[in-house]
């Protein structure tokens, strides 16, 4: 898996290789998951949580998301509407 400053920027895959944000890895990652919730990075925030494979994470995300947007989704569609899943195979990571 990469590391966890990596996984939780990666906006896209070439072949087998992660496509990472650098400005947003640089600006955001020492922020932890519930910091990337409240300023709105829910995706980094979510991917955080994946990473991290803390379930009380998953759902203080999916708290702050519902509070904020004003929605009722649970945890379990956050995945996909992220796009975001843990056991892709990457052997290396592209910073664009």
Known sequence: MLPRQDFIF????SGPAAVIDGQAKRKYSKLSTIELAK???????YSSAVWSKDSKEL??????????????????????????????????????
């Open 59 to 96: 759902e203080t995300v999916a708290e702050i998301y519902n509070s904020t947007t004003g929605s009722q989704l649970p945890v379990s569609s956050f995945q996909r509407l992220f796009g975001v899943y843990p056991d892709v195979e990457v052997k290396r990571s592209i910073v664009v």
């Open 10 to 13: 990666t906006i896209g895959y």
């Open 39 to 45: 300023k709105g990075l829910f995706r980094a925030a």
